[in-house]
């Protein structure tokens, strides 16, 4: 059974540090990549950081510099640290994973193409 679970949210001041995890298991491929997303109340999910089946990253803009994704092989996890936060980044962040497709080797912020997904960890970042 598909089961990913994030985990490491909590309230922050401005400037402040969080690093989340999301361990997968049961029978979720990732063999296409995975990703970490967020959503604010009213807003449409958003593609913040992406990893693919190999070890090229993707980022939002907005993240640049801030974020760093990475994936732990010996604890079988996908990690997102995330430094000088700011009330913009509030919001419920989810991880993601995507099978693989012939021919794509990189990681992707498309939403759409992310069938499993976990239940999400809130991170709140005041002023």
């Known amino acids: 059974e598909v089961q990913m679970v994030e985990s490491g949210g909590g309230a922050v001041q401005t400037g402040g540090s969080l690093r989340l995890s999301c361990a997968a298991s049961g029978d979720t491929d990732s063999s296409g990549g995975m990703g970490w997303f967020r959503q604010a109340p009213g807003k449409e999910r958003e593609g913040v950081a992406a990893?693919?089946?190999?070890?090229?990253?993707k980022y939002t803009d907005s993240v640049k510099g801030r974020f760093t994704i990475y994936k732990d092989p010996a604890k079988n996890t996908l990690n997102l640290r995330m430094n000088s936060l700011n009330p913009e980044d509030t919001a419920m962040y989810y991880c993601a994973a995507r099978p693989g497709r012939p021919g794509d080797w990189l990681p992707s912020l498309d939403t759409n193409q992310y069938p499993y997904w976990g239940q999400g960890t809130q991170v709140n970042v005041s002023s």
């Open positions: 990893i693919g089946s190999g070890a090229w990253t």
